[in-house]
């Protein structure tokens, strides 16, 4: 009995040896997050999508990303580009992703050694613009067209390509956005100077053609019935008609411009890993479907088109193709040869 007493005690005093040493494990160990917790801290993003469109996504991101702030800096394609210039003289780039408009610019970051390379799980399903190397993606599609307002214009009589914008009865009633502020409009001027030479920008300037900021100073002028006939994105179009006003869009028959914008990650991000989950997720069907709500193409087959806009695949055959290595070299020169073109005179 007196052997049997002293092995119960030997065994109840292992007992609580052991509870004891997991409860000083438990308390000397930080709580881990739950298993599939998202990422946290903040995201800052650079874009040149417009306001509106930020403020749609917002929400879906907030779902995806609870615990994740996601910041913003917006404004258009060279203002985006002129701040991180700023930022890389000074050693502080701020952002963590990009996404402009203007895919030659991507080439330049790579260049410089500024971009992570990074092959994010939902990049296998993009079919258009993604870097060999891992290096940006296409994140949406923005096309350069021709539009018109129809309380003015009939639809017979609307410009069917860019070169009909040479014709003298638009003199003084067509317009562009500035490619010394707009990305789009920068690959616009450059792609169309390639197929015509820098001779059709002096026929349109005889023309009367006007210049804008931006591409919404031009929407909302041809909905005025300022201008009849312009040069300007697709989405501003979709989204104004939609809306009930007097503007249709016009698929060149000289080719559409598709411009197939990035999405990219810097190497001085903070928060890598949650930049990461943030790119993979704007590459997602979730990703794309507020693309397309903001009026954009997705960079994804299984995704449909804007409401009004037809098959990506339907204006790729006679698509306008750009030179996006001359593009990123010639920045300059094709900004000045425009200047001296079309503004300066």
């Given amino acids: 009995m007196k052997k049997k007493r002293i092995a119960w005690g030997l065994i109840t005093a292992l007992f609580f040896i052991v509870l004891l040493a997991a409860g000083c494990g438990s308390t000397s160990k930080p709580t881990e997050s739950p298993k599939g917790q998202g990422p946290t801290g903040t995201v800052m993003i650079y874009t040149s999508i417009y306001p509106d469109i930020i403020e749609l996504m917002k929400p879906s991101i907030k779902k995806q990303f609870p615990d994740l ?3 913003w800096f917006q404004a258009g394609t060279e203002k985006v580009m002129a701040k991180i210039a700023g930022e890389i003289e000074a050693k502080k780039v701020q952002a963590d992703l990009i996404m402009v408009a203007d895919p030659s610019y991507y080439l330049t970051l790579k260049e410089q050694k500024l971009l992570q390379q990074y092959d994010a799980p939902n990049r296998k ?5 993604k870097d060999a190397e891992g290096y940006w993606t296409g994140v949406r599609i923005s096309n350069m067209i021709i539009a018109y307002n129809t309380a003015k214009v009939s639809e017979a009589d609307a410009p069917k390509s860019f070169k009909d914008l040479l014709d003298p009865k638009w ?3 067509i317009a562009m956005p500035s490619p010394l502020l707009s990305g789009t409009a920068y690959v616009t001027a450059g792609v169309l100077a390639d197929k015509y030479g820098w001779n059709y920008f002096e026929e349109l300037k005889q023309n009367g053609l006007k210049v804008e900021e931006g591409n919404s100073a031009i929407q909302n002028k041809l909905i005025r019935g300022e201008y009849l006939a312009v040069i300007i994105l697709e989405e501003n179009i979709l989204k104004m008609a939609a809306k009930g006003e007097p503007v249709k869009v016009v698929y060149p028959a000289d080719g559409t411009i598709v411009i197939p914008s990035p ?7 903070k928060n890598q890993e949650a930049a990461k989950a943030v790119l993979d997720w704007f590459l997602s069907p979730a990703g794309q479907e507020v693309m397309v709500k903001g009026w954009m193409h997705s960079v994804r087959d299984d995704i449909a088109a804007p409401q009004g806009a037809p098959p990506l695949k339907s204006l790729m055959n006679t698509a306008l193709k750009p030179d996006w290595g001359k593009l990123a070299k010639e920045n300059e020169t094709i900004k000045e040869t425009f200047r001296s073109t079309v503004l300066d005179k």
């Avoid at 399903?125 to 613009?129: F, K, R, Y």
């Avoid at 999405?263 to 991000?269: H, K, L, P, R, Y």
């Fill in 69 to 71: 702030e996601v910041q």
């Fill in 125 to 129: 399903n993009i079919t258009i613009n």
């Fill in 171 to 173: 003199k003084g009633k």
């Fill in 263 to 269: 999405i990219a990650m810097f190497t001085t991000s």
